[in-house]
């Protein structure tokens, strides 16, 4: 049987400023910061194309009219089955063979809202259909047209259901946006792989930058739960 201790002889031999060089993380950390901000913008940007693209996408799902629900179910099936790095490729080095041309950072907002609005769309579905049809009829019998039953009746109940799922989306969407590294967007990662470039110390780069997205994923998760509390017209 394979012994799975680590033995005290390794760990001594482990130098631990090798695995992680506080010295030269703190002197990396503010040219590592330098692309903090992009990857705000294109979390934020991103999250907001997804948002407004997936509450239409998820409307033209539950549409009677197969010209609407047919197109909306396939673009869903085809992000939701695509991985998002291969969609930035295509956007940023395959759509110069057609004639468009797009910036790094242009690329990356596209490839995020597009693929992400294609979650948001399941997500809004599900919680519009979790509110009871009874609030519907209610509605109609009071008067409201269809329109005005959506955004002022079942938006605001759904909101409350559908608050952690889409902050999921858009904690996955922080995450994910270090793959625009690969398409040169200047964010955290490829500020790190500068430093690396330079030091050849790979492992203490990419640990501070995970040590940046976790407590940034932290406040995010934080604040899912202040608007929870603050959407949760039951207990009030």
Not at 21 to 29: T, V
Not at 109 to 118: H, K, R, T
Not at 192 to 206: H, K, P
Request: charged share 15%; with cysteine; proline share 5%.
């Amino acid at each position: 049987m394979m012994n799975l201790l680590v033995s005290p002889t390794f760990l001594q031999e482990v130098e631990l400023d090798k695995l992680f060089n506080p010295k030269l993380a703190w002197e990396s950390l503010p040219v590592v910061l330098e692309g903090l901000p992009l990857t705000i913008a294109i979390s934020f940007i991103g999250m907001a194309i997804g948002l407004v693209l997936g509450f239409f996408l998820s409307l033209g799902r539950t549409s009677s009219s197969i010209f609407l629900r047919w197109p909306s179910r396939l673009y869903i099936s085809f992000m939701r089955g695509t991985p998002i790095l291969v969609f930035l490729f295509i956007l940023y080095f395959g759509f110069p063979f057609i004639g468009i041309t797009l910036s790094a950072f242009t690329a990356a907002i596209i490839g995020f809202g597009l693929n992400s609005a294609a979650y948001i769309a399941e997500i809004i579905r599900a919680s519009l259909g979790s509110v009871s049809k009874g609030q519907w009829e209610s509605s109609r019998a009071l008067g409201f047209s269809k329109w005005q039953t959506l955004w002022h009746i079942i938006v605001p109940q759904a909101v409350r259901v559908a608050m952690p799922p889409l902050t999921n989306v858009f904690l996955d969407i922080v995450k994910a946006t270090s793959l625009a590294a690969v398409i040169s967007v200047p964010e955290m990662i490829q500020k790190a792989q500068t430093v690396i470039g330079r030091t050849a110390d790979s492992m203490t780069l990419y640990l501070l930058v995970a040590f940046i997205y976790w407590p940034l994923c932290v406040l995010i998760a934080t604040f899912q739960e202040y608007l929870e509390r603050r959407f949760d017209f039951y207990k009030k």
